[in-house]
């Protein structure tokens, strides 16, 4: 049934078309014609317009320009079916216009191929399948002896920043039988989960989970458990570093606290003001509210605003499209921050530079005898209500065995 309601207007059209070509039934087939022509194009616009919008993060410009091209190639076969099209004066003009209209369409769309096609470093994706506890080809790090901790029950619930989920992967492999965590291979686990920053906040506060790995809160999130009566209790599990990077093509090679927040508040907008040439204004991306690394950003700052971040739009649930930060991508003029594990281990992208601070480069040597200037602790955070088992594997995470697994991940130990 569904296949007529498609084929009955463009039966209707050709059946006029034909009609046409008899002079008893001429003016007949122009009607069938036209409105067989009219029901294809408003059905098949409608169409369209549906499947850019459910797949295209530029669907509004694409459905325009679509719209605009079916109207003038509407027009120019209405022309054709009722004669007047035969004046060059009406159709040449029309033509024109639908090939003008269909150019800019491909200009566009290769434009938006190739911005697709730039690398992106976003705190995110498929990167966290390699440190899964028993993913094939895992790089999840393993203690050298067996760990003086085991949990057969009653599992802490884990969670907490992309950037971390190695070090809590390697925390729950050795302290966790593997029975326990075979879940997570094929459908996910309560056991072990990684929601980035602001979503582990949330959850702890909620009772969700009784572990977080994060970077200290942000005012909304120390706001939040405020609001709700829930006490949080900070261990620090570790050191690392606050990084910031370019282009791997740009010769910038260090910049300041005080160039950082000239950058990121707009009193510097062009890389000739950093002594760059060639590489025309900055474009500096930032991160999400309430993530980790936008966190640790608003604490560089020290008051100042943040300019307006890039923005692009997304495909939301129900293929609806919202407008979020635009995620770090690789432009030549680009200048982006992370923490340096994620940005130079799990990321791993020869693409991008990670720049020195002050003229000290974010090595973990520098990390740990604190030269390097912008690092912080990082913290498995528990409410005050938290169960034994919970205590029981923070105490851990601070402990040696804890710290080894912290090191060899690649990040630097508290002690």
Request: aromatic fraction near 12%; charge should be negative.
């Amino acid at each position: 049934m569904s296949i007529i309601v498609f084929l009955l207007p463009l039966i209707l059209l050709v059946a006029g078309l034909i009609a046409m070509r008899f002079e008893k039934s001429m003016q007949l087939g122009r009607i069938w014609a036209t409105a067989g022509l009219t029901f294809t194009a408003v059905m098949y616009t409608l169409i369209g317009a549906l499947m850019l919008a459910l797949t295209s993060k530029h669907s509004n410009f694409y459905i325009t320009l679509t719209v605009v091209a079916v109207i003038l190639l509407y027009v120019l076969l209405l022309g054709l079916i009722w004669g007047f099209g035969k004046n060059r004066k009406v159709y040449i003009p029309i033509a024109v216009c639908l090939v003008l209209c269909m150019t800019v369409w491909m200009g566009y769309y290769s434009y938006q191929s190739y911005v697709d096609s730039i690398p992106t470093v976003s705190d995110g994706g498929t990167l966290l399948h390699k440190y899964l506890p028993y993913g094939e080809d895992t790089k999840v790090a393993i203690l050298e002896d067996e760990s003086t901790l085991k949990i057969t029950e009653d599992f802490p619930r884990l969670d907490g920043a992309t950037a971390l989920y190695p070090i809590y992967s390697a925390f729950a492999k050795a302290v966790y039988p593997e029975s326990a965590l075979n879940e997570i291979q094929t459908k996910g686990s309560d056991i072990l989960a990684c929601t980035t920053t602001g979503t582990a906040y949330e959850r702890i506060v909620t009772g969700e989970v009784d572990v977080i790995f994060v970077g200290g809160p942000s005012k909304e999130q120390t706001q939040f458990a405020d609001e709700n009566n829930v006490e949080l209790q900070f261990t620090p599990i570790g050191k690392e570093a606050f990084v910031f990077f370019v282009n791997s093509n740009n010769p910038l090679d260090n910049i300041t606290l005080e160039q950082i927040q000239d950058i990121y508040s707009g009193k510097i907008t062009k890389w000739e003001q950093l002594g760059v040439q060639g590489f025309g204004n900055i474009k500096a991306f930032q991160r999400d509210e309430g993530s980790g690394s936008q966190t640790a950003l608003l604490k560089i700052m020290n008051g100042k605003e943040l300019v307006t971040p890039p923005k692009e739009n997304v495909i939301a649930g129900m293929g609806g499209i919202i407008n979020k930060t635009a995620d770090y991508k690789n432009y030549k003029n680009a200048i982006g921050y992370s923490f340096r594990f994620y940005s130079n281990e799990m990321v791993g992208n020869d693409q991008i530079k990670l720049l020195k601070i002050n003229g000290v480069a974010p090595t973990l040597e520098n990390i740990e005898n604190g030269t390097y200037p912008i690092f912080s602790e990082f913290f498995a955070v528990t409410r005050s209500d938290a169960t034994d088992n919970t205590k029981k594997l923070v105490q851990w995470a601070a402990s040696s065995q804890g710290q080894e697994l912290v090191e060899k991940t690649g990040y630097t130990r508290v002690k």
